[in-house]
């Protein structure tokens, strides 16, 4: 009985990781040890072939810029000095071709600048509903016989960057009447759920398949290949991803199908007391 007493006196005892000698047991830990190594190891190097991935684009489009910068600007000049039709035609054509290189090139440049680390978003309070004024601004919606349905009339405030917010909003709409198509219906809302500020950028337009929706934030990707359109890149919305990233939100695409129009929404974060 005696014996008894002392064993619950001592209370329970936990076998350590020094005195524990099952060889089982200890085979387990070494192989979890080189498990963890080679995750941390692969991490590492993931993380290193991604930086230079970025860097390489960063250095290609910046050498690309360099010869391309005169051309931009000698170009029309020289089609000012030219007289004969058909030469302007063709002359035309390059200037199109180098003005669309050029667009991608700075706008890979940019990709590559807000897809790093050490690029941060300037975060304050700003006006939801003014910054989308602006940018409404900037399109004539009738003339592409297009109806806008804004609900966004009323001062809404938000934690976000400004520019960055611009920038976003300029790409949703403009690819909202880009894949229009003829004439159509946008629309804008905004709506608070629990503690995020849900916008929602909605258009009636051609509207996208399930493999397109995945491919979206892809670089180079365009919905329709087929389309020779030298105003589009196929990076804005993979920019439109990241910016909506460093503004601490998240962005979404859905469309039932082709011709069933595509909605974008995206989530920012409320200033503090803000209602809607």
Do not use: W
Not at 84 to 99: A, Q, Y
Not at 141 to 161: R, W
Request: glycine share 6%; proline share 3%.
């Amino acid at each position: 009985m005696t014996d008894s007493h002392e064993l619950l006196n001592q209370g329970p005892h936990f076998t350590t990781d020094e005195e524990n000698t099952d060889p089982q047991i200890l085979r387990l830990q070494a192989r979890i040890e080189r498990l963890t190594e080679m995750v941390e190891e692969r991490n590492a190097r993931l993380v290193k072939l991604i930086d230079q991935q970025k860097n390489l684009v960063r250095h290609l489009s910046h050498d690309l810029k360099t010869p391309l910068t005169p051309l931009v600007a000698i170009l029309p000049l020289m089609r000012a000095q030219i007289y004969d039709g058909e030469t302007k035609e063709m002359l035309d054509v390059v200037i199109d071709s180098v003005g669309y290189i050029n667009a991608i090139v700075e706008q890979a440049l940019e990709l590559a600048q807000v897809s790093t680390r050490d690029f941060k978003a300037v975060l304050g309070e700003v006006d939801l509903c003014s910054i989308l004024e602006t940018v409404l601004a900037r399109y004539d919606f009738a003339e592409n016989n297009i109806t806008l349905q804004n609900s966004i009339i009323e001062e809404l405030s938000v934690q976000a960057d400004s520019l960055l917010l611009d920038e976003v909003l300029d790409n949703l709409l403009s690819n909202a009447i880009k894949f229009m198509g003829g004439p159509g219906v946008i629309s804008i809302a905004a709506k608070r759920v629990v503690d995020r500020i849900i916008v929602t950028v909605a258009d009636t337009g051609s509207g996208m398949t399930d493999d397109e929706v995945a491919q979206i934030f892809d670089e180079f990707f365009k919905a329709d290949p087929a389309r020779h359109d030298l105003a589009s890149t196929g990076l804005g919305m993979s920019k439109c991803g990241r910016l909506v990233e460093k503004l601490g939100g998240q962005i979404t695409v859905r469309s039932a199908g082709k011709d069933c129009g595509t909605t974008v929404c995206f989530t920012l974060k409320p200033a503090e007391g803000a209602e809607i």
